[in-house]
């Protein structure tokens, strides 16, 4: 938190080419900001020079630092600080680092006096956090302010034009087709009925994402992860059937040997899941932490809130979802959160979702880009190999970039697989041996 020659190097930059003052006064608020009582010295002589309109120059800031000792010329010193300049175009790099010293110093004295605090029988625990919540909050207020610039928002938006680098593939084909891919910065939501295979839809994305390169992270909320990762086994092989791993029969173990190599030398490192994490504090910490090209949130209506807070759960959803959409934003991720429906859709003779039958509708219906239904009709067939395959429609109700239509897709409960609609199973990729490479779809 002592740079005394970074700090050196940074006002020799101003001296050597006086512009950097106009880059460097937004990120040096006070003159303590700089350790060294000379370079603070040094500093407030630029800013009188710098208000007055006055050269700066090597002689004018000597002149200008207030020295007791009238037999003392700090020429000398100062010239040493232009000899340590690499370029001056590096002054906004060293006042950012500087920047982030000085904070930490500030936050260091702070943490001291919360801790003479903490101690302090006579106040209240209550009081304490207040104090603390405070102190921190005006430390980052201490921070400068965002600057915007056009000339960076082009040059982001052609990249996403022409390389696609904002968009993310479901790995679902015919959901692919009608919402051109998930967008980073941004959240869809799944939603259906309880047994609509909404989990098992997430859970295809999330291979299938993995697949690509791609880091997910999931937060299992209704399903133990031990249970999410039978899935992802039987997805892998074609000779698993879920239901066997669950109830331990009928496996085979060259079977089970083939998923698991698979799961290890691609899963490992990109796919992140959690079951036991159940307020937002500890998801979104968990989510910095990993900086995740996806996260999948199944699914929210689970998660716990402050039991002090009284308001209803729609408004607490919509804590959710706003948080949720500004760390999508920050991360520069893609969020796809799962949510149950109401039972509205019960009472109609068609059963087909819409937009109002989501629970807590009015925050997800606003916040999401995308809202995907699952509805399982319960129509089958047969496959050659006797794999009975059901046709799940996932309904794109809401899609603000694009159109909404209904996507057929098959769905074996076998295998836990979402296929695209001519029925063509992944697992036999998988059983060819080619499974370990490249995206399934």
């Given amino acids: 938190m002592k740079n005394i020659e970074l700090e050196k190097a940074l006002l020799g930059c101003i001296l050597q080419d006086p512009s950097q003052m106009n880059v460097v006064k937004s990120w040096v608020p006070s003159h303590d900001f700089f350790y060294s009582d000379f370079n603070q010295r040094v500093w407030l002589a630029l800013v009188k020079l710098d208000k007055t309109n006055e050269d700066i120059d ?48 500030k936050l260091d004295k702070q943490i001291h006096v919360l801790s003479k605090t903490i101690h302090d029988d006579s106040k209240e ?5 207040e104090d603390a919540h ?36 479901t790995g679902i084909a015919p959901l692919d087709k009608v919402v051109t891919g998930m967008t980073r910065g941004e959240i869809t939501i799944i939603a259906g009925r309880p047994g609509s295979c909404k989990t098992s839809v997430s859970a295809n994305i999330a291979r299938n994402l993995v697949h690509q390169g791609k880091k997910v992270v999931m937060f299992n909320r209704e399903m133990p ?80 809130h402050d039991p002090k807070d009284r308001r209803d759960l729609r408004h607490k959803i919509g804590d959710v979802t706003r948080g949720y959409k500004w760390l999508a934003k920050a991360q520069n991720m893609s969020v796809i959160l799962v949510s149950q429906m109401n039972r509205n859709v019960e009472h109609r003779n068609d059963r087909v979702p819409r ?10 219906e606003q916040d999401a880009e995308i809202v995907v239904f699952t509805h399982y009709p319960w129509v089958s067939r047969y496959g050659d190999d006797g794999n009975s395959e059901c046709y799940l429609q996932l309904i794109v109700a809401k899609n603000r970039y694009g159109n909404t239509n209904l996507c057929e897709v098959g769905y074996y409960g076998n295998s836990c697989l979402v296929t695209n609609s001519e029925g063509e199973a992944v697992s ?14």
């Fill in 125 to 129: 625990t209550q009081v304490i956090l």
């Fill in 428 to 441: 036999k990729a998988n059983s060819a041996g080619s499974g370990i490479k490249g995206s399934p779809f």
């Fill in 58 to 105: 090597l002689n004018t800031v000597a002149d200008a630092i207030n020295v007791v000792d009238t037999d003392y010329s700090p020429l000398y010193e100062i010239t040493g600080f232009v000899d340590l300049v690499i370029s001056p175009k590096k002054s906004e790099g060293y006042a950012k680092l500087l920047h982030s010293d000085w904070l930490r110093r």
């Fill in 355 to 364: 937009l109002s039958d989501l629970a807590e509708s009015g925050n997800l």
């Fill in 225 to 304: 992860n031990t249970e999410m990762m039978k899935k992802f086994m039987a997805m892998e092989c074609s000779d698993i059937n879920y239901s066997n791993l669950r109830s331990n029969i009928g496996l085979k173990n060259e079977s089970i040997a083939k998923a698991s190599n698979i799961i290890s030398e691609l899963y490992d490192g990109m796919l992140y899941m959690f079951d036991d994490i159940r307020d937002m504090e500890g998801t979104f910490r968990e989510i910095k932490s990993i900086n995740p090209d996806v996260v999948i949130d199944d699914h929210i209506g689970l998660i716990e």
């Fill in 134 to 169: 405070t102190t921190i909050g005006n430390i980052i207020n201490l921070q400068p302010a965002k600057k915007f610039d056009m000339i960076s928002l082009l040059g982001k938006t052609m990249d996403s034009i022409f390389n696609a680098t904002t968009l993310i593939n």
